[in-house]
């Protein structure tokens, strides 16, 4: 069983920073790609970066390339989104998610089988 925890939300004004965390617990948590996603009210859930297995591919929508981060410690138990240049528009709660193992930075909600409870962003104009 994988559990995953976000943490680092919050309110911060347009053009400022946010650092969201993802702590990953379970027996092979290491070895699965991850991701980010977002669901403002009203919308679908919406991917905003992936990381594969081993970190070494990632992969971002286009309305947060440049700006956001996507990264993961050595032992890929704890995964980070460094969030620059925050607009209003990514208001919305966020979601960490883990693939399967030796996973891929996939775009694809659907091929994500596990799920942290989300932490919000608010960005005020």
């Known amino acids: 069983q994988v559990q995953l925890v976000e943490s680092g939300g919050g309110l911060v004004q347009a053009g400022g920073s946010l650092r969201l965390s993802c702590a990953a617990s379970g027996s092979t948590v290491n070895y699965y790609g991850m991701g980010w996603f977002r669901q403002a009210p009203g919308k679908e859930r919406q991917f905003v970066a992936a990381i594969s297995w081993n970190g070494v591919n990632t992969r971002y929508s286009d309305s947060v390339k440049a700006r956001f981060t996507i990264a993961r410690d050595s032992d890929k138990s704890k995964m980070w989104l460094q969030m620059n240049t925050l607009r209003p528009e990514d208001t919305a709660v966020y979601y960490c998610?883990?693939?399967?193992?030796?996973?891929?930075?996939?775009?694809?909600?659907?091929?994500?089988?596990?799920w942290g409870q989300g932490t919000q962003v608010t960005v005020s104009s």
């Open positions: 998610a883990a693939n399967s193992p030796y996973g891929g930075a996939s775009s694809d909600g659907a091929s994500y089988d596990y």
